[in-house]
C-alpha cells in the first residue's frame, strides 16, 4: 500500500492477544495496525462496526505514526462471550490487556461515537498511557436523547431502542437474523461509513449489541467523565449530527476551558469519512509532539 506522496508504507497487520483477568482468562481482542514508526495511535470504532471503520485515513495517517485499530469487544473479529455484561469496566479491560503490549510509549487516542466514550473511559482509568484524545461525534446523552429529527425531536426508532431494553434488544437480535441479506444491504443503509465496516455491524450479538448500547452508551455520565481527563481533549463534531445533536458538546466546551471543539458545517455523524482529509488533519495536530 502507498500513501499519496508515493512513498511505501507497510499493509495493515492483524494481530491476536491473550491476556489474564482476576478471575479467568479473558479471550482475544482482534487488532489490525499499520505503519512502522512514529508515535503511536489507537483509534476506536462506534456501535455496530469495527476497525474496519479507519481504512480511509490509514493512507494519510501511517506515514507518520503507528496505528493500532482493535475491534472492541463484542465487535467485528473480536470475542462475544455470552456471559460478558459489555460493561465500560469490561471493555476497558479488554482494551488495556491488548494495548499495554502493542503501545510500548503514550500514545494519541482517538474514538468514533460510542468509541469516544469508551475513549474517555480508558483515559480515565490509564492516565499514565494517554498523551491526547480526540472524540469524534461524541455522544452526550444526559443532556439531550440520541437520535433527534431537523426539529429537535427524538426520532421515533432512535426513541424505541434507546429509551426501551426491549427495543435494544430487538434491534441488536434483528441485525443478527437479517444473515446474508443484512450482509449485502448494510452499505445501502449505512452509506456514509466504508463498506466494509458497514458489513462487519452483521457480526454482532443481540447481547453485545444492546448491552454496550445501554451500559456504555446510555449508561455514560459524559460532563463527569470529562472531569476526570488528565490529557488535552479535541471534540470534533458534524452540525449537522442527528444522531449526537452537537448541542451538548458545545455547552461541555463552553465549560471547561481544557476542551478544544472543532465543528465541521454540513457534516453529519461519520466526518471521518465524509471528510477524512479535514479529521486527519485535526488528528495529526493532535498528535504532534
Given at each position: 500500500m502507498n500513501n499519496p506522496d508515493g512513498r511505501a508504507m507497510s499493509a495493515p497487520t492483524e494481530t491476536r492477544l491473550r491476556g489474564r483477568g482476576t478471575q479467568a482468562v479473558l479471550e482475544r481482542l482482534f487488532v489490525r495496525m499499520a505503519g512502522d514508526s512514529g508515535t503511536p495511535i489507537v483509534l476506536l470504532h462506534g456501535l455496530a462496526s469495527s476497525s474496519r471503520y479507519w481504512t480511509?485515513?490509514?493512507?494519510?495517517?501511517?506515514?507518520f505514526?503507528?496505528?493500532i485499530?482493535?475491534?472492541?469487544?463484542?465487535?467485528?473479529?473480536?470475542p462475544k462471550p455470552f456471559r460478558a455484561h459489555y460493561t465500560p469496566e469490561e471493555h476497558v479491560e479488554y482494551l488495556h490487556l491488548a494495548l499495554a503490549p502493542l503501545a510500548g510509549t503514550p500514545f494519541t487516542l482517538v474514538?468514533?461515537?460510542m468509541g469516544s466514550i469508551l475513549a474517555l473511559y480508558y483515559a480515565a482509568a490509564h492516565p499514565e498511557a494517554v498523551s491526547g484524545s480526540v472524540l469524534i461525534s461524541l455522544p452526550v446523552i444526559g443532556c439531550l436523547p440520541w437520535g433527534h429529527d431537523d426539529h429537535g425531536e427524538p426520532r421515533v426508532l432512535h426513541r424505541l431502542i434507546a429509551h426501551t431494553g426491549t427495543g435494544a434488544r430487538l434491534a441488536g437480535l434483528g441485525i443478527r437474523l437479517a444473515g446474508p441479506l443484512g450482509y449485502l444491504l448494510a452499505p445501502r443503509v449505512q452509506r456514509d461509513v466504508p463498506v466494509e465496516a458497514a458489513r462487519?455491524?452483521?457480526?454482532?450479538?443481540a447481547a453485545s449489541?444492546?448491552?454496550t448500547l445501554e451500559q456504555v452508551v446510555y449508561g455514560a455520565d459524559v460532563p463527569a467523565l470529562v472531569e476526570r481527563q488528565q490529557r488535552p481533549l479535541l471534540l470534533v463534531h458534524g452540525?449537522?449530527?442527528h444522531t449526537a445533536p452537537p448541542e451538548p458538546v458545545r455547552e461541555l466546551a463552553a465549560a471547561d476551558p481544557r476542551v478544544r471543539l472543532q465543528v465541521l458545517e454540513g457534516i453529519g455523524h461519520n466526518p471521518y469519512f465524509t471528510a477524512t482529509r479535514r479529521v486527519v488533519g485535526l488528528i495529526l495536530d493532535a498528535a504532534a509532539p
Open positions: 480511509p485515513g490509514i493512507p494519510l495517517l501511517a506515514p505514526h503507528r496505528l485499530m482493535p475491534d472492541l469487544l463484542g465487535f467485528g473479529r473480536s474514538g468514533h461515537s462487519d455491524a452483521m457480526q454482532v450479538t449489541y444492546w448491552r452540525a449537522d449530527d
